[in-house]
């Protein structure tokens, strides 16, 4: 009778720390590259913000990340982003655009969002843009 109690607690035990290390084991397999080969592919484009096929917030910040020495214009589902609106952070060469109340987009609409960035080498202006776009979803 002792004995099966203590077989029964050292098997318990056994399958605890195998299940624990099977957690552990996922995550570190879990595929967590976020490297978006069109991306890594174009250069001058650096980041989109969010990735490609993320989940956000309605209020999340959209934009695109670009080398030195372009311009950007946003479209978030098909609306023009007012120049206004956009942040442009020069030292990184940021272009984002955070929705809120007043804007010309308040909160990001439920399920998929798509963004369409125009951009264009600084010294030949906007008649040589080319575009990228992307989606993600919002919760």
């Not at 250069?43 to 311009?71: C, F, H, K, N």
């Amino acid at each position: 009778m002792l004995e099966s109690i203590v077989l029964r607690r050292v098997l318990l035990g056994v399958a605890a720390v195998a299940g624990a290390g099977a957690i552990v084991l996922a995550l570190l397999l879990a595929d967590t590259d976020n490297t978006d080969v069109s991306v890594t592919g174009n250069a001058a484009v650096d980041e989109l913000i969010p990735p490609r096929g993320a989940e956000v917030l309605s209020q999340e910040t959209v934009g695109i990340d670009l080398a030195p020495g372009y311009d950007a214009r946003l479209y978030i589902n098909g609306e023009k982003i007012p120049e206004d609106q956009v942040r442009h952070q020069p030292n990184i060469n940021r272009f984002t655009f955070r929705p809120d109340q007043g804007k010309v987009i308040e909160s990001l609409q439920a399920e998929q969002n798509c963004v369409v960035a125009e951009y264009w080498p600084q010294a030949s202006g906007p008649a040589e843009a080319a575009t990228f776009s992307w989606c993600f979803t919002a919760a």
